[in-house]
């Protein structure tokens, strides 16, 4: 007989217990007791573990953009302006998308700080790509390099500005596979 197996009598009490005694006598034909929302509300097991307002989380949307500026400032180090004007639209769009998504985080006004010190930062890239060949020359790689190293320092400006300046950026261009400093500063 199933019920002599013990981990059918297990999963039957413990089912007995999770339902609650209220399960018990509605099966005898009886109207179950109230539940009280006090007693469930006191179980901090039962609390939700998600916050009250959730919101996209900045710290992806900012390992996206440190990926895209990455890959522009190895683009800019290998001298390749097209490649860096491709991850240099790539980067802006992902700004436009921080703003959109995550204006504010954490009482911080993302939007705001990414309008005056992000975009602007970018605006010598922005010159240094936009040429037309063969009208105009290709920009060099030190002007995209020095591109990238306005565009770091405002990275690492934001970031001071927000008390996160633990985040260090980088060019990326080194030996590290990140462009992000590790160095306890």
Known sequence: MIWRRPQFRFVAVVGLVLAGAGAWV???GQPAPPV???AVSKNAALQPLIE?????ELA???GTLQTLTHKLALSADAGNAPLAAFYLHE???QLRTIQREAPEYENLPIA??????????????KTATAA???AEPLASREVLLAGIDRVVQACNECHAATQHGFIRITRGTEINPFNQSFQRP
Do not use: I
Not at 52 to 56: A, C, I, L, R, V
């Open 60 to 62: 992806l949307l900012m």
């Open 132 to 134: 037309q060949p063969p």
């Open 91 to 93: 980067s802006m769009e």
């Open 36 to 38: 009280a929302p006090a």
């Open 26 to 28: 509605v099966a005898q």
């Open 52 to 56: 009250t307002q959730p919101g996209p």
């Open 112 to 125: 705001v700080l990414v309008e005056r010190l992000a975009l602007p930062a970018y605006s010598g890239l």
